[in-house]
Every structure is written in structure tokens, then in C-alpha cells.
């Protein structure tokens, strides 16, 4: 089984929060050969703990290893100017981004696709150093199912309930998501059958 972890899940790690014993299953499945756990590489783009962004990406390295998620494979999302680390996220063509755009639309109807048409609804600057991170924001829950639909994984695992509401799961269902999991939902894909 392929699964996919959402950001969320590293801060269960970090935290200990409930939702931590059944990642931490997944992760030893995947330790064990029994399955493959994966992380979005676009989670290192998201808004940190302390309210800051990361300015380098061995800094989310050093973080997934003091969560327990050094070793996992990374998958790459959509490479964009100002969120995504070199190196990390692909040139797009026509068809990746029709595939963002209909994510995106599920996930954050409520927020534009277009950085310009959004700051510009709201009469925000767009020329800040950053995108607002009300956008941001979408654009990476985007980019992290994007990345699990794009690289075929088969369990997004995450305990956001906008990717979990039962009105968007069968439409993301039908753009390639598969399964979206609770963590300990998903941990039951890999419990040994009795």
C-alpha cells in the first residue's frame, strides 16, 4: 500500500498528539517492507510551528529526522517562484495544471487559483515578499494532494477536515486521490489480517 503523509501528520509527530501511534505504525510498516510512506515534498514550504516559513530545506530534513521521518522518499509537487525550495518540484505542463486547478477548486473554492486575481479581490499588495498565506496555504494543501495523485499513492493520510468533508471526498476521489484517511483509519490498511 502507498501512502501519502500531509503535514499535519509531522505535527502529530512532533507533538505526540493521538494521531502520533498510528503514524508511527505506518512507519514502521514502511521500515518493514510492508508498505510505502511518503512525504510531500511541498510540506517544507508550509507555514511553521513558530509562524515563520523555512529558508532552507535541509532545515525540514533535520525536522522530519527529529519526527522520526528520516529515510521516508520525498514526492515532488509543482515547482512555484517564492514557495518551493530548488530543486524541489517540477516544470508543468497543461495537463499538471489542469490537475492543480481542479484540486484547487475542490479544496479552497473560497480562494482564487491565480496569486494576482486573489491579492486583487482583496486589495492586497501583491509585491510583499511572500504570497499572502491565506493562499499560500491552499496552494500547498493543493500541491500535497497533487503530488500523492500525480505519483499514483493510494491513502492520503491527514486529520485536515477540508480534504476529509464527506462533500469533497468523492470528487477528489474521481481526480485520483484514492482513499483520504484518518491516521488511524489508514493504520488499518497495514494491521496483519486475524
Known amino acids: 500500500m502507498l501512502f501519502t503523509l500531509d503535514t499535519?501528520?509531522?505535527?502529530?509527530?512532533e507533538q505526540n498528539t493521538p494521531f502520533a501511534p498510528p503514524i508511527r505504525?505506518?512507519?514502521?510498516?514502511?521500515?518493514?517492507?510492508?508498505a510505502s510512506v511518503a512525504i510531500p515534498s511541498i510540506a517544507a514550504s508550509e507555514l511553521q510551528r513558530g509562524g515563520a516559513y523555512l529558508s532552507h530545506f535541509d532545515e525540514f530534513l533535520a525536522r522530519l529526522a527529529s519526527a522520526g521521518l528520516d529515510g521516508l522518499p520525498l514526492i515532488q509537487a509543482i515547482a512555484?517562484?517564492?514557495?518551493?525550495f530548488y530543486g524541489q518540484g517540477y516544470w508543468?505542463?497543461?495537463a499538471m495544471v489542469d490537475l492543480e486547478k481542479n484540486i484547487h477548486q475542490v479544496l479552497h473554492p473560497e480562494i482564487e487559483f491565480d496569486l494576482a486575481i486573489f491579492c486583487h479581490a482583496r486589495g492586497i499588495d501583491m509585491n510583499t515578499a511572500t504570497p499572502d498565506r491565506r493562499w499560500?496555504?491552499?496552494?500547498?494543501?493543493?500541491?500535497?494532494l497533487w503530488s500523492h495523485i500525480h505519483h499514483k499513492r493510494e491513502c492520503f493520510?491527514?486529520?485536515?477536515?477540508?480534504?476529509l468533508k464527506a462533500t469533497k471526498l468523492p470528487a477528489l476521489a474521481r481526480l485520483g486521490a484514492k482513499q483520504i484517511l484518518l491516521p488511524h483509519d489508514a493504520a488499518r490498511l497495514v494491521e496483519p489480517a486475524a
Not at 505504525?25 to 510492508?34: F, K, N, P, S
Not at 499560500?136 to 500535497?144: L, P, V
Open 92 to 94: 508543468a505542463n497543461e
Open 80 to 84: 512555484y517562484w517564492g514557495i518551493s
Open 136 to 144: 499560500r496555504n491552499a496552494k500547498c494543501d493543493t500541491q500535497a
Open 8 to 13: 499535519n501528520c509531522i505535527i502529530d509527530l
Open 157 to 163: 493520510v491527514t486529520r485536515d477536515g477540508n480534504f
Open 25 to 34: 505504525e505506518l512507519i514502521a510498516a514502511h521500515r518493514a517492507g510492508t
